[in-house]
């Protein structure tokens, strides 16, 4: 027979450890089922005018992110056919017909300050650099880079706090934040997707094994939290060491120096930002599945390991904010696994060529099968509040290059996956006649809870009818 507490005190934290333990269950990559219990639905965060923030009108969290795949589109083999829900998939989105009410094509946004001026070549290095930014980026391939703040990042300042991690950035592709990269640009605008300030790219992660350890810890689910512990003092041992040696050395530093101590020494205050905002949420959802082992031989199983990434970081509620960067703008790489041994960007420049604009068709279907099985798995995930995880967020696929040959930046290929939380109307194609694309931009972080952004980069409004 159990023992059944009589002091109320007793009582009370025993229904708040049971709460708890059934609040852990049901974020958990075990995916157990539970009842949509009014007193475990996710608090709502409300700003003053009443738009609740990173959070749908259920009171589930709402996410958002983006995925970038290079080198332009396949023209003919993108766009489909009819209009608005009276549309057809072309043959590229094939993959998508599974998920065709859960998305959006989007026709018709532009990213004018990505195309040839001036400052002369370098499409691909615009393309990704004004992608979430909107902006010019500087011509350089030395220290002085000049891009965002990027889209996703100034969501993230407003509603970051409310998970463990404020963004995730994920790549299938190296980390890169020097060196040249295209006609005299930077590869920080190539390999990097994420800008917390103009300066100051975010590094993405390309180790699915990294990824999972930075989120629930290493070793076996039973291994994890402790694991997770010996990190944080680690990192917290590291942190405070630097501090000391900084402390010691701005009394040595002449006035010139003394900026980039600064800027250094901020960089350091926003991990120990992060690591006191993980801390803060308590005990980590630990999946019952095992760590990836690492990054694997093929592309194909690398870019299926990240989408999973994505996937339990947004049903774990350990983030509601991510891009993910499938491989850098102008990337040369080959697809072996699908019979194409010619590199990417080679191809992209076809010329009109029939047989590699077919081999470029099958790049662009390779990778919207990986984008089809991951936005079917968010769909089959459901949720408290009775809907999927897809229809709780917004996922934007697209590229900043919109024909490949001849580096366009207008009619970029753009799809928008997911409901918004019920914001977004979604199984369309939707035409917009030369919009910016940072008028998207500014909408979806609009409908994440994001006040007082009053523009991006070339932005001349919000877009109307999503």
């Known amino acids: 027979m159990k023992n059944v507490p009589t002091d109320p005190t007793e009582k009370r934290q025993q229904r708040q450890a049971s709460l ?27 700003l003053a005018d009443g738009a609740p923030l990173a959070s749908t009108a259920t009171g589930a969290p709402l996410r958002m992110a983006y995925v970038y795949f290079p080198n332009g589109a396949h023209q003919l083999n993108w766009w489909p056919s009819g209009q608005d829900k009276a549309f057809e998939l072309a043959k590229t989105m094939l993959p998508l017909a599974p998920v065709k009410n859960r998305i959006q094509v989007l026709g018709g946004l532009d990213h004018k300050e990505s195309t040839a001026g001036p400052d002369g070549p370098g499409d691909h290095a615009r393309a990704s ?43 299938c592709d190296a980390v890169r934040k020097s060196g040249n990269c295209d006609s005299g640009y930077s590869c920080a605008y190539q390999y990097n997707l994420a800008w917390k300030s103009p300066t100051s790219p975010v590094a993405p992660e390309a180790n699915p094994r990294q990824v999972f350890e930075r989120l629930f810890g290493a070793g076996k689910p039973e291994e994890r939290a402790a694991s997770l512990e010996r990190r944080k003092a ?8 630097v501090l000391e040696d900084a402390a010691d050395l701005e009394n040595r530093l002449g ?23 993980a801390e ?20 194909e199983e690398h870019i299926a390991l990240m989408y999973d990434m994505l996937h339990i970081a947004f049903q774990t509620d350990s983030t509601r904010i991510a ?13 072996p696994e699908i019979g194409i041994p010619e590199g990417h960007h080679s191809l992209s420049h076809h010329q009109g060529k029939q047989d590699m604009l077919d081999k470029i068709g099958q790049i662009d279907a390779f990778y919207m099968k990986q984008f089809a099985r991951f936005l079917t798995k968010m769909e089959e995930t459901k949720e408290r509040d009775g809907n999927s995880l897809l229809q709780n967020s ?17 009619n970029l290929p753009i799809i928008v996956a997911g409901g918004g939380g019920g914001t977004l109307t979604s199984g369309r194609y939707n035409r917009f006649g030369g919009k910016p694309m940072s008028n998207l931009l500014l909408s979806l972080a609009d409908r994440m809870g994001v006040k007082d952004l009053a523009r991006l980069g070339d932005s001349t409004g919000r877009i109307d009818g999503l």
Not at 138 to 156: C, Y
Not at 234 to 241: G, K, N, T, V
Not at 268 to 273: D, S
């Open 20 to 46: 708890n333990r059934r609040a852990f269950l049901s974020g958990v990559g075990a995916c157990l089922a539970l009842p949509a219990f009014e007193s475990l639905r996710t608090a709502s965060r409300v």
């Open 129 to 171: 650099g004004t992608f979430l930014t909107g902006v010019r980026v500087r011509k350089t391939a030395g220290a002085d880079i000049h891009a965002g703040p990027s889209i996703d990042q100034l969501t993230a300042r407003q509603v970051g706090h409310l998970t463990r991690f404020s963004s995730l950035e994920l790549t």
């Open 234 to 241: 680690q990192q917290r041992s590291i942190l405070d060491f």
């Open 255 to 277: 006035q010139k120096d003394k900026p980039k101590l600064d800027q250094y020494l901020t960089s350091v205050r926003e991990i120990e930002k992060r690591i006191q905002q």
């Open 280 to 299: 803060s949420f308590g005990g980590t959802p630990n999946p019952t599945i095992d760590a990836p082992n690492g990054i694997p031989a093929k592309f």
């Open 323 to 335: 891009t993910f960067l499938l491989a850098n703008e102008g990337s040369n790489r080959a697809f």
């Open 394 to 410: 917004m996922i934007v696929y697209g590229c900043g290059n919109g024909d490949g040959n001849r580096h366009t930046h207008s």
